[in-house]
């Protein structure tokens, strides 16, 4: 029983294309955020959502939009794939005013090739 | 600006003894510490954590030292076993801010 998965696992594409990536937790977390690893392994934090709306969104370019149809998904939809978007994506939840609050779990990653 | 770092790489450690790894950060403000530890093609997973009103908390063979003053935290695992070999990250965050900044990452090896 995954805690907190995404899909898919690997994306390979064309520049130019649009593509998704979709992300689910069934810890009853109503804070879900996507963190991009770049090629220096930097994990950076791109959104956050708290039960469906933006709470934080780290200048990222508007390519990409996160889009929360309820507080345990998050999917990441990127628009006209640029070869800078290559990296691993991550997909974290987390339950804040509980305890350790800002203690972040993780999704496995996709790792997203733009040729 | 990177706000909190890692400066060794890399670390080998023989299996039984000590592992020490290091964190510095520079902002202030940060007042909450975690240790993430992560596996090849794996998101990475909760370890162990620390609020700056502590200056240490244990869990096992894990303890996190906080030095506020120097802004410096260390993760110690003891004895280091061979599935302690991975790559771990430190993040820090202001409490309630909900976004982590994360270290740079030190890949463990527990050599046999």
């Known amino acids: 029983d995954t805690a907190v998965s995404q899909t898919p696992k690997y994306l390979v594409t064309q520049m130019g294309n649009d593509k998704s990536i979709k992300c689910e937790q069934n810890l009853g977390h109503d804070t879900m955020y996507w963190y991009k690893q770049d090629s220096k392994k930097f994990l950076k934090i791109m959104f956050s959502y708290n039960n469906k709306e933006l709470i934080i969104n780290e200048t990222v370019p508007n390519r990409f939009s996160p889009k929360s149809p309820d507080k345990a998904h998050l999917n990441l939809h990127i628009n006209s794939l640029e070869l800078g978007d290559s990296a691993v994506y991550f997909c974290a939840s987390s339950l804040p005013g509980q305890g350790d609050m800002d203690t972040q779990y993780f999704g496995p990653g996709t790792r997203l090739t733009v040729l | ?112």
């Open chain 2, 1 to 112: 600006d990177q706000q909190v770092k890692q400066n060794s790489p890399s670390l080998s450690v023989q299996e039984g003894r000590i592992s020490i790894l290091n964190c510095d950060y520079t902002n202030s403000m940060f007042d909450y510490f975690l240790w993430y530890k992560k596996y090849p093609a794996e998101g990475p997973t909760f370890l162990i954590s620390i609020s700056s009103i502590k200056d240490k908390n244990e869990d096992g063979r894990f303890t996190v030292f906080l030095n506020k003053s120097a802004k410096h935290l260390s993760l110690h695992i003891v004895p280091s076993q061979p599935g302690d070999s991975a790559v771990y990250f430190c993040a820090a965050s202001k409490w309630g801010a909900q976004k982590l900044v994360f270290g740079q990452g030190t890949r463990l090896t527990i050599n046999p």
